[in-house]
Structure formats: structure tokens, C-alpha cells
């Protein structure tokens, strides 16, 4: 017989920290009231999250591997927004900041969600930090829970 493993959304008992970017702040702020939010819903106890503060999106994965190797936390949740510009500076923060978090998660095995606003327009960002639909924060904080249940029973 098949053994199906799959993730709960019972956040009891796990540790979850967040790393919001300051730069883009109304944004990224949002985010991370719609984590924290999605992970106390879950069950989550407060105690058991840790916000880090960074200054903008390229050092959301430093921060980000540094707290996911202290082996403290289940599940890390990055939180930042890159809104276009009237450069292409945004492309080259946001594909470094995207191959970092993904690097750093592979490299210590702790899942790092990509809670994470890349948009043309501010009007685009605030839709999607909840303005008019779904906060991306609220939906990291679901995935953090149950990809942190899926590793804790594959072991």
C-alpha cells in the first residue's frame, strides 16, 4: 500500500520566523500583518515567532539562512516587495533575492517561504498584500505550516 504523506495546517507547537524588508514598508508591513495572522489562525503561539527586521529585499536571504541554520525554527517566511521602476534595477534585486532564498533553503534543509510581492505597479503590490484579494502573507504562513508538518514526518 501507498504510504500518502501530507502536510496539516496545525501550526501548534512549531517555531516560525519571519524576515520582513523595511524598503517598501507599506507593502512589505501588510505581508507580514497577513503571516502573522495566517500563523496564529493556525496555531501558531506567539511565543514561538520571530520577526527580523532587515533593510531591503537583497538581504532578505542572508538573514533568512542565517535563522533557518540556528536549527530553532521549523519553517522561515520571507516577507519583501519589489515594485518595477523606472530602471531595471527591480529584475536584478529581485532574481538575486529569489535564487538566495531558494539557495539558502536547499543549503540548510529548513523551508523558506518565498512570501515575496514582485509588481509593475504599487497599485498591483497593495492588491496583493491583501488591497482587494489575497494576502501573500496570510498564504506564506499556510505554506510554512504544512511543508514544516511534511518535513517533520519525513524526518
Sequence with gaps: MVKKIEGSLDGKGLKIAIVQSRFNDLITGKLVEGALDGLTRHGVADKDIHLILVPGSFEVPIASKRFAASGKFDAVIACSAV????????????????????????????????????????????????????????????????IANVIKQVG
Excluded at 536547499?106 to 509588481?119: F, K
Excluded at 489575497?134 to 498564504?139: C, I, L, S, V
Aim: charged fraction near 20%.
Design 83 to 146: 515594485i518595477r521602476g523606472a530602471t531595471s534595477h527591480n529584475e536584478y534585486i529581485a532574481h538575486e533575492m529569489t535564487k538566495g532564498i531558494a539557495q539558502a533553503a536547499l543549503e540548510t534543509g529548513v523551508p523558506i517561504i518565498y512570501g515575496v510581492i514582485t509588481a509593475d505597479t504599487l497599485e498591483q503590490a497593495i492588491e496583493r498584500s491583501g488591497g482587494k484579494g489575497t494576502n501573500k502573507g496570510f498564504t506564506a504562513a499556510e505554506t510554512a505550516i504544512e
